[in-house]
């Protein structure tokens, strides 16, 4: 019979206030831990199963999740102007997705102006998605 022994490696991330608080009004969630994967849960379609969250001494909140070795850093810095604007396109795709998946009608009208440009664009397609 022989064991398997995996090792995981934690890291946990501490907070005081996000920078909108002053701006925005006090956080609803009691830990900014809370605060920070709530929001990576609902933006994210598969986060860590190891997220959470905890309130360490003197009060100091911690968001706690799993150390992946995987991760990589892109290079924006060797980029030209072609690569740049791809990326921020991706970049703005990316974020677009993820306000879609919180389901907030407050945020996503926030992104549409007052034209009629995006109710005529959904109607072309779902026209053109019926025939």
Same mark, same amino acid.
């Given at each position: 019979?022989? %064991?398997?022994?995996? %090792? ?8 005081? *206030?996000t920078?909108?608080?002053?701006? =925005? ?13 709530n ?10 199963? @190891? ?17 992946? +070795? ?6 924006v810095?060797? @980029? ?14 990316? *974020? ?5 998946? %919180?389901? +907030? =009608?407050?945020? *996503?009208?926030?992104? *549409?102006?007052? %034209?009629?440009? @995006?109710?005529?664009?959904?109607? +072309?397609? =779902? ?5």
């Amino acid at each position: 019979m022989s %064991s398997k022994c995996f %090792s995981c490696i934690f890291v946990f991330v501490g907070f005081t *206030l996000t920078v909108l608080e002053p701006f =925005a009004g006090k956080c609803i969630y009691e830990n900014h831990g809370q605060r920070v994967v709530n929001g990576c849960r609902t933006m994210q379609p598969e986060s860590d199963i @190891f997220l959470g969250w905890t309130r360490g001494k003197a009060n100091k909140d911690f968001y706690i999740r799993q150390l992946r +070795d995987l991760k990589i850093k892109i290079q924006v810095e060797t @980029f030209g102007k072609t690569e740049m604007l791809v990326y921020a396109d991706r970049c703005v795709e990316a *974020l677009a997705l993820a306000h879609v998946r %919180s389901g +907030d =009608a407050a945020i *996503l009208c926030g992104h *549409l102006d007052k %034209s009629d440009i @995006f109710d005529e664009t959904i109607g +072309d397609f =779902a026209f053109a998605y019926a025939n």
